[in-house]
């Protein structure tokens, strides 16, 4: 996991994307939103919050809301277990954890390989997939970040 958070903050990071496992599927994001990577810590429940909204964990010093995807995404939840870790991520200046099952990888995606996530017929929109990525290593669902973070 260091090797990776080095990798994160080296600023060598176009066409890079952080890949992750929720369930049996294969996500990804572009790495651009990735402060760090880290273990899952104690986490402070908050009442009255969404039930994917986990609580608060403390990341040296600042206080930090986390998100389990599993939950977010629909998925049943599962116990934690060695190989689950938190995405510290920051979009428009807020930082939040994502609870994600196991790490994958970082790989250079080229435009190329991206698709548009409307080959997915499942007959309705996914408003959390914003494209698909066809690499060596599978397809990765490329998440629409914005979106798993809002509350519409």
Not at 6 to 18: A, R
Not at 31 to 43: F, K
Not at 58 to 77: A, C, E, Q, S
Request: net charge negative; hydrophobic share 35%; proline share 5%.
């Amino acid at each position: 996991m260091d090797e990776l958070n080095e990798m994160i903050t080296s600023g060598e990071t176009q066409g890079m994307y952080l890949t992750f496992s929720v369930g049996d599927e294969e996500y990804g994001m572009e790495i651009d939103y990735v402060m760090e990577i880290i273990q899952v810590s104690p986490i402070t429940e908050v009442p009255d919050v969404p039930h994917y909204i986990k609580g608060l964990i403390n990341l040296r010093g600042k206080i930090t809301p986390v998100m389990d995807v599993r939950l977010r995404f629909n998925k049943p939840p599962r116990e934690y277990d060695e190989r689950t870790s938190i995405i510290v991520v920051s979009q428009d200046d807020n930082t939040i954890g994502l609870i994600i099952d196991t790490i994958r990888d970082v790989l250079t995606i080229e435009d190329s390989q991206i698709g548009d996530p409307a080959g997915i017929k499942t007959g309705t929109p996914n408003r959390y997939i914003k494209s698909i990525a066809r690499t060596d290593h599978g397809n990765k669902l490329i998440i629409h970040l914005e979106r798993v973070l809002s509350d519409h």
